[in-house]
C-alpha cells in the first residue's frame, strides 16, 4: 500500500513527518515488514534526527548551510542559487529511507523522529510512504 | 501600398502571438544574464525608442515593484547623452541596460548600449536582427523577433518587447530571491494566460471602436491619459495614431491633464481616451475627471469603467504591471479603425514630405556620440 503527502514547506526547514508515517504503518495493518519513504524531489531529504530540542533541528539545518551555502558561482544557473546548494544537499543526504516495521509499529530509537528536509523553500512539496509486508512462509 | 486592414489583422494576431512566445522567450531569457551579474545589479535603464522606448516604460513598475532595484525607463537620447555620463565604472555591471530595438539599427539605442558598455555597465540587447550594431555592443542578446506578418505600423514586436523585460524582471527578482520560484512561476502563468485575456478584450472592444472610429474621423486630434503602467499604454497610443492616422496627438498623465491639457481651447475637436483598469488606484481621479470632460464637451472614451463616461470599455482586469499588453491590443484596433475611417497611407506611405523615413533611414542614418 502507498499513500501520498502533499507538504507545503514555509522555508529550509525540518518539517517532522513521523505522525503521516505512523499513519500509513497503522492503515497498513502490516505488524512485521518494512516501510519505505520516499520525497520525490531533488532539492530536498529525508533524515532521522533528534526531535526533544527544537534548537537541535535548527542546529542541523544551520549546519547544512553552512556546509553547501546558496553562493551565486554555481555553475547551475537554470534556477537560484538557493536551489542549485538544495540539488548538493539532496544528493548528499538522500530522498529516500526505509525502516522496519516490527509489531504493527516503526522501529526507532526513543529520541528518533524522520523528518523531511526543505532545501529550496517555501515550496509545494509531496512525500509518499509504502508498506510491505515480509512474506509469509510457506506452510 | 500596406493593406489598411494589416493593423487590424496585427491586433487580432496579438492572441496566437502571447501565448506561442511567452514560454520561448522565458525558456531564451533565463539564463542569458550569468547569476553573479544579477546579483550584482544596482541599477537599471530600460531604453528604446519609439514603441520600443515605450515598452521600457510598459514594464518599468514590474521591475520597481518585484526586482528591489532603482529602476528608469527612458528614451534613448536622454539615456545616452545625459543619463549615462552620471556612471563611470565604479560598481560592477552597472547600470545594467535592457536596450530594445526589434531591428538592432536604431542608432540612438546602438550608442547608448555603446555608452554603458563604456561606462562599465552591462548591455542587454532585446533585438530581432542576431548581427544588428546593437546585437554586437550587448553582452547578453534576446531575440525578441516576432514571427514575419504583413507589415503595418507595429505592434506586434511591441509586445514581444513587453513580454520579454517582464519576463526578465521576474527572472531577476527569482535569482535575487526576492520571490520564490513558485511565485515566479506563477507571474510567468499569468503573462502567458494574457493570451486569453487579449483575446477577450478583441471580441469586447472590436465593434465599439468601430463604431466611435467613425464618430471620431474627422477630430483634429486624439489624446490619451493614463498613469503608471497605463501612461505606457497612452504612449503607445500616440504612437499608432500618429503612425496610422497621422493625426495629432499627445498622451499626458491623468493628474497632470487637469493641470496642463484641460485648457486646450479645441477641446470639441479633441478625442479622448481615458486608460483607467479596473483595481487601479488612479480610478478615484478618473472619476473626478469625467465631469470636466463632459464640462468641456471633450468626445471621449473609457478604456475600463470610468463613471459618467459617455463610451467605455471594459476589458478584463489582470494584474496592474500587465495591463499594457491588453490595453496595446484595444489601442491598436481603435488606429485601425481610424486609418479605415479617413483613408489615410500610414507612414503617409513614406512619401513626399515623409519620404526621409523610408527603409528607417532617418532612425539608423544617424552620427553615433561616444
Given at each position: 500500500m502507498t499513500s501520498r503527502h502533499p507538504l507545503q514547506t514555509n522555508g529550509n526547514e525540518a518539517y517532522d513527518i513521523q505522525p503521516e508515517i505512523n499513519e500509513a504503518v497503522t492503515e497498513s495493518g502490516v505488524q512485521e515488514g518494512l516501510v519505505t519513504i520516499v520525497?520525490?524531489?531533488?532539492?530536498a531529504a529525508l533524515g532521522i534526527i533528534s526531535?526533544?530540542?527544537p534548537l537541535g533541528l535548527e542546529d542541523v539545518m544551520d549546519e547544512f548551510q553552512r556546509l553547501?551555502?546558496?553562493?551565486?558561482?554555481?555553475?547551475?544557473?537554470?534556477?537560484t542559487p538557493q536551489d542549485a546548494a538544495g540539488h548538493v544537499l539532496s544528493t548528499m543526504v538522500g530522498p529516500t529511507l526505509t525502516l522496519i516495521v516490527t509489531g504493527g509499529e516503526v522501529l526507532l530509537g526513543h529520541s528518533q523522529k524522520v523528518f523531511f528536509l526543505e532545501?529550496?523553500?517555501p515550496r509545494k512539496r509531496q512525500f509518499f510512504v509504502k508498506v510491505t509486508a515480509d512474506p509469509t512462509p510457506e506452510a | 501600398m500596406i493593406n489598411p486592414n494589416a493593423l487590424h489583422d496585427q491586433a487580432t494576431s496579438l492572441p496566437a502571438l502571447i501565448k506561442e512566445q511567452t514560454w520561448r522567450l522565458e525558456d531564451d531569457l533565463r539564463?542569458?544574464?550569468p547569476t553573479p551579474v544579477q546579483h550584482a545589479i544596482r541599477h537599471i535603464v530600460l531604453t528604446g525608442s519609439g514603441d520600443s522606448a515605450i515598452a521600457g516604460l510598459a514594464a518599468e513598475q514590474t521591475f520597481r515593484r518585484f526586482v528591489g532595484v532603482p529602476v528608469y525607463a527612458g528614451e534613448s537620447l536622454a539615456v545616452s547623452r545625459?543619463?549615462?555620463?552620471?556612471?563611470?565604472?565604479?560598481?560592477?555591471?552597472?547600470?545594467m541596460l535592457l536596450a530594445t530595438s526589434n531591428?538592432?539599427?536604431?542608432a540612438r539605442v546602438v550608442e547608448a548600449a555603446q555608452r554603458a558598455a563604456a561606462a562599465g555597465g552591462y548591455v542587454v540587447g532585446l533585438t530581432g536582427?542576431?548581427?544588428s550594431r546593437l546585437a554586437r555592443a550587448s553582452q547578453s542578446i534576446i531575440d525578441v523577433g516576432a514571427p514575419?506578418?504583413?507589415?503595418?505600423?507595429?505592434?506586434r514586436s511591441y509586445v514581444m518587447a513587453v513580454l520579454a523585460l517582464n519576463l526578465f524582471a521576474i527572472r531577476f527578482a527569482e535569482v535575487r530571491g526576492r520571490i520564490t520560484m513558485d511565485e515566479a512561476q506563477a507571474l510567468r502563468g499569468e503573462l502567458a494566460g494574457l493570451s486569453d485575456v487579449v483575446q477577450q478584450a478583441i471580441v469586447t472592444a472590436d465593434a465599439p471602436l468601430r463604431s466611435l472610429a467613425q464618430d471620431w474621423r474627422d477630430l483634429q486630434g486624439v489624446e490619451f491619459l493614463g498613469s503608471g503602467p497605463s501612461r505606457a499604454s497612452a504612449a503607445f497610443g500616440v504612437a499608432k495614431i500618429l503612425e496610422a492616422v497621422g493625426k495629432q496627438s499627445a498622451h499626458v498623465d491623468l493628474e497632470e491633464f487637469i493641470h496642463l491639457?484641460?485648457?486646450?481651447?479645441?477641446a470639441t475637436g479633441i478625442g479622448t481616451v481615458v486608460l483607467a483598469p479596473a483595481g487601479s488606484p488612479v480610478r478615484s481621479r478618473a472619476d473626478e475627471l469625467a465631469p470636466l470632460l463632459n464640462n468641456l464637451g471633450r468626445p471621449w472614451v473609457a478604456i475600463g469603467a470610468v463613471t459618467d463616461a459617455p463610451v467605455s470599455i471594459e476589458i478584463p482586469q489582470v494584474r496592474e504591471e500587465f495591463a499594457p499588453v491588453v490595453q496595446a491590443a484595444v489601442l491598436g484596433l481603435l488606429a485601425a479603425h481610424l486609418m479605415d475611417a479617413t483613408g489615410e497611407e500610414p507612414g503617409r506611405?513614406?512619401?513626399?514630405?515623409?519620404?526621409?523615413?523610408?527603409?528607417?533611414a532617418t532612425t539608423r542614418d544617424s552620427q553615433i556620440v561616444l
Open positions: 520525497a520525490p524531489h531533488t532539492t526531535y526533544h530540542d553547501v551555502p546558496a553562493r551565486i558561482t554555481f555553475k547551475h544557473e537554470h534556477d532545501f529550496d523553500g | 539564463k542569458s544574464v545625459f543619463l549615462l555620463d552620471s556612471y563611470g565604472n565604479e560598481y560592477p555591471h552597472t547600470p531591428s538592432g539599427e536604431v536582427n542576431a548581427q514575419a506578418f504583413p507589415a503595418a505600423p507595429g505592434m491639457n484641460y485648457f486646450e481651447r479645441a506611405g513614406a512619401v513626399g514630405p515623409w519620404a526621409d523615413c523610408a527603409d528607417g
